[in-house]
């Protein structure tokens, strides 16, 4: 468990898609950073390595188990639909129930700090930051120069404050250009000046805390698996879910014992070079996803195809090949996308 110290206010900075790997791998970009992270106080993230767990996680202090934001995409119990957590919580007839833990802002504001959030303003109003960050104030801020100005006249008010601020630009690059692209580099870069002038001016008793929700990997074409259209697999599963590095399969309500048996086989067996094949039962007994809290049981895959290598899996019943020009991937439980960095700074460090 991490130890503070007491501060006036604190800053979260919460970098999507900057793992502890590619932090180092890429440390010629990053100087301020690496110099001020110390290497075996990295952290591990949740499991499925992916945002709207790892955020969830974050803001409850609970494992996705508990919180019920169990993967990318989730099937919903009660519709059956698969819903994606990150873009698709407006689909549910309440998302502010989907989500079984209260976020910690509250408990703040009730010791008398106050909680704001500071990002880009689209997604100030989408489900997902209204469900993971209630009870905090949301800061719109377009440029990462922009959001360190806000989140330094956030801490100019009177008060103690608890301040998260959001940076999405690597994580976008990553999917978009990939890690080992200039363009990542170059944002790493603008990133590493921008956090380094947000730390030389603090004031004094601010603590800031740097981290990351998961790694990323990058997947060529070359190294995407195709699922869907062979029966013996795919006969009696009604909905896939997850992501490409970790899917989640859900059988079909009539599929007999047998039948989930016999799919599970034929999965081990032409897919266990690539994949664990994991159970539901499997995956909660080896504790990947914490306590699982009953209510939430029903949202887990029937079974898991997480990947042992550095390769993606995707459906081909799907013409479009949505998603198929990803080259930064993650949600797996490789080391790259599960180690994360812990950074202290300003009256942390």
Known sequence: MLEFPQVSSAVVVLVDGLGSHNLNSAAAHARFLTQNSARPESLTTVFPSTTAAALASLTTGTRPGEHGMTGYRVRDPDSGHVVNLLTGLGSLSDPSEWMRETPLYSSATQHGVSASVVAHPRFAETPLTQVIHEGAVQVGAKSLDDRVQAVLSVLAQPGQ???????????????????????????????????????????????????????????????????????????????????????????????????????????????????????????????????????????????????????????????????????????????????????RLGAYA
């Open 161 to 343: 404050h608890l301040v998260f601020l959001y940076v999405s630009e690597l994580d976008e690059l990553a999917h978009n250009k990939g890690v080992s692209s200039p363009e990542w580099a170059a944002s790493l870069e603008s990133l590493d000046g921008a956090l380094k002038e947000l730390n030389e001016q603090l004031p004094a008793g601010v603590g800031m805390f740097v981290t990351a929700d998961h790694g990323v990997l990058d997947v060529p074409s070359s190294k995407h698996y195709l699922y869907g259209t062979d029966s013996e697999h795919m006969e009696f599963i009604a909905a896939v879910g997850g992501e490409p590095r970790c899917l989640q399969l859900y059988f079909d309500e009539a599929t007999t014992l047998e039948q989930r048996s016999n799919a599970i086989t034929a999965w081990r067996r032409d897919w266990s070079e690539l994949a664990w094949v994991l159970t539901q039962e499997e995956v909660v007994a080896a504790g990947l996803y914490g306590t699982v809290h009953s209510s939430n049981t029903a949202r887990l895959g029937d079974v898991f195809i997480l990947a042992k290598k550095d390769v993606a899996f995707y459906d081909e019943r799907d013409h479009s090949m949505k998603g198929r020009n990803m080259i930064g991937q993650h949600g797996g439980t490789s080391a790259i996308e599960m180690a994360i960095p812990a950074i």
